[in-house]
């Protein structure tokens, strides 16, 4: 059974661009959340989307955003890049069938992005 | 609101070992609680969870009793080996909250032969 797969896994911006990071979750689960993981703040929580929709959403300014799509692949979006954006960015999904805390996520490698 | 705590690392230990990681948590209400593992390189996996008070989670020889009256969830075993060596991460997640997960710190645990 394939896990979850994050695209690209390395990626180099500057200052003022955006970013598009993908997930594919593993199959038949339709929860996938993503998570920003920095020397600093630590692991934070960004959003969770569940069959298309935003289910949850953490502290983080409107230039990030994401999507889910009809096969439950997801992508994050980050525009107007700050330096302080360079981060390990983390996509997990799971089954998610309701709005349960003992739901178990399963962890891409994550895409690791640096902003010069 | 919700947080982890846990202790700050590193932690060396020689092989055969007993590690204990302490970790605390605020939080309303009843939440589920876990251990997550990252190893270089990776992204994280599940170790361990636990989802109401005085559940035991256990897996590869890690054990963690969800302790309410202490709101501790510290993970423990009793004899490492160098390939225990990553980074831990306790962290807990509102029943509210679908899967949002609160994430502590990370204690990084280096074993030595």
């Known amino acids: 059974k394939a896990g979850v797969t994050q695209t690209p896994r390395y990626l180099i911006k500057t200052r003022g661009q955006q970013v598009t990071l993908s997930c594919s979750p593993i199959?038949?689960?339709?929860?996938v959340s993503w998570y920003q993981q920095t020397p600093g703040q630590g692991l934070q929580f960004l959003f969770e989307?569940?069959?298309?929709?935003?289910?949850n959403k953490g502290n983080f300014p409107g230039r990030f955003s994401g999507r889910q799509f009809s096969n439950s692949r997801s992508e994050m979006n980050v525009s107007t890049l700050e330096l302080g954006d360079s981060a390990l960015y983390l996509c997990?999904?799971?089954?998610?069938?309701?709005?349960?805390?003992?739901?178990?996520?399963?962890f891409g490698a994550g895409s690791r992005l640096t902003v010069l | 609101g919700n947080s982890v705590t846990q202790m700050e690392g590193p932690v060396t230990l020689s092989e055969e070992a007993f590690l204990t990681i302490n970790c605390t948590y605020t939080?309303?209400?009843?939440?589920?609680l876990f251990w997550y593992v990252q190893y270089p390189g990776e992204g994280l996996q599940l170790l361990l969870k636990?989802?109401?008070?005085?559940d035991k989670g256990s897996n590869k020889g890690f054990e963690a009793t969800y302790r309410k009256e202490t709101t501790s969830f510290h993970l423990e075993k009793g004899s490492v080996q160098v390939s225990d060596s990553a980074v831990y991460f306790c962290?807990?997640?509102?029943?509210?909250?679908?899967?949002?997960?609160?994430f502590g710190k990370g204690t990084t645990l280096s074993v030595s032969s």
């Open positions: 199959s038949g689960h339709r929860s």
């Open positions: 962290a807990l997640s509102a029943h509210q909250a679908g899967t949002a997960l609160i």
């Open positions: 636990a989802t109401k008070a005085d």
């Open positions: 997990a999904s799971s089954a998610g069938q309701a709005s349960s805390g003992a739901n178990v996520l399963t």
């Open positions: 989307y569940f069959s298309e929709t935003q289910r």
């Open positions: 939080a309303t209400g009843y939440p589920s």
